[in-house]
């Protein structure tokens, strides 16, 4: 067995495009994805589970229908199943998405021009 330890930083400098998740492990049935994200994203949900949100450098928004979370590089925040959110980077982002299996960038807005292919791992 070769026992390694998983780099953020090395794993995030192996792509540039943003918004492209890219599994980096997995748990039971839960995925480890890192990704780039600048600018704003879609309104979408996840009907049928919580995505956690890790900072790993730079500032994210979360905005929501009536506020949002604003993270910095060392925080987190879990988005409730249902709820709908669209995320917003002014600068380029970097983060450590948790989530099941199979599930797509863009929750339930599954045909939007903008949902990254699944399960690509780096």
Do not use: C
Not at 7 to 15: C, D, I, Q, R, T
Not at 81 to 101: D, N, Q, S, T, W
């Amino acid at each position: 067995m070769d026992y390694q330890s998983i780099n953020f930083e090395n794993k995030l400098s192996l792509f540039s495009e943003q918004w492209t998740p890219k599994v980096i492990a997995e748990m039971n049935d839960y995925q480890f994805k890192v990704v780039k994200i600048e600018g704003d994203f879609i309104w979408h949900s996840h009907a049928n589970t919580d995505e956690t949100f890790i900072v790993l450098e730079g500032e994210l928004r979360i905005d929501f229908r009536d506020g949002s979370v604003s993270l910095s590089a060392g925080e987190m925040y879990v988005v409730p199943k249902g709820v709908e959110h669209k995320p917003y980077a002014e600068k380029e982002v970097k983060m450590l998405l948790i989530e099941p299996r199979g599930v797509l960038n863009t929750g339930d807005e599954e045909t939007s021009e903008i949902t990254a292919v699944n399960d690509v791992w780096i």
